[in-house]
Every structure is written in C-alpha cells, then in structure tokens.
C-alpha cells in the first residue's frame, strides 16, 4: 500500500524560509510524479509544483516561482519542497501527493493524485 507522509511544516515570519520533505513508501515503480499540494482556509487546494522521477522534469505555479523548488532524492523516496521568501497568503496546509507510472508531464490538478500525505501546516506571519 503506497504511504505518503509530509514533515518539515511550522511557523515563520513574512520573508522567511520553511524546508518540507515527503517521504512516499509502498511501491515498486521508478516512474512517478510527485506533487505539492496548499490549501487556505476556505480555498480551494492549488498546484503548487511537480517533480517526475526520471529526469526530475518539474513544474511551479506563477505564484512560487523563483521562491520554491522541488527536488527529489530517488534514492530515498523523498522530494522536498524549498519555500524562500514567504509571504502571510501563503499559510496553508501544505500536501504531498503521488501519481504512479510513466507521464510526459506531470499533472497539476490535484484529482489526478490518488496518494496524499496527511498535510504539513505552514503558517507565515507578518
């Protein structure tokens, strides 16, 4: 059974920087897409970047990039998600996700991930 669990959340001043790692388990693929999910109170949940395995092709909203990046470490079944120059919107709670298989590009809508973490809560205060 594929496990996906996300650490690395907390709090931080307007400007700071978080690192999340997620950690996927319980599969044998080499092919996937791995993903970040947020969602704000009373939002829906956006896209905020994609990794494939192979490759380590990766996708960012408009809003985070320049600011994140994605990264995996294969070797461990980890991504991590680097967030630098956060600002108050960006509280959320912050989701990992995983797609597995081959794809020429990694998905950004968040139905087309059936494995998630539990969330990781970034708060960012002014």
């Known amino acids: 059974q594929v496990q996906v669990v996300e650490s690395g959340g907390g709090s931080v001043q307007a400007g700071g920087s978080l690192r999340l790692s997620c950690a996927a388990s319980?599969?044998?693929?080499?092919?996937?897409?791995m993903a970040w999910f947020r969602q704000a109170p009373g939002k829906e949940r956006e896209g905020v970047a994609t990794?494939?395995?192979?490759?380590?092709?990766?996708y960012y909203a408009d809003s985070v990039e320049g600011r994140f990046t994605i990264s995996q470490d294969n070797a461990k079944n980890t991504v991590y998600l680097q967030m630098n120059s956060l600002e108050p919107e960006e509280t959320a709670m912050y989701y990992c996700?995983?797609?597995?298989?081959?794809?020429?590009?990694?998905?950004?809508?968040?139905?087309?991930?059936?494995?998630w973490g539990q969330g990781t809560q970034v708060t960012v205060s002014s």
């Open positions: 996700a995983a797609r597995l298989g081959s794809a020429n590009s990694c998905p950004t809508e968040y139905s087309r991930y059936p494995y």
């Open positions: 319980g599969y044998t693929y080499n092919r996937k897409c």
């Open positions: 990794i494939y395995s192979v490759g380590s092709s990766t």
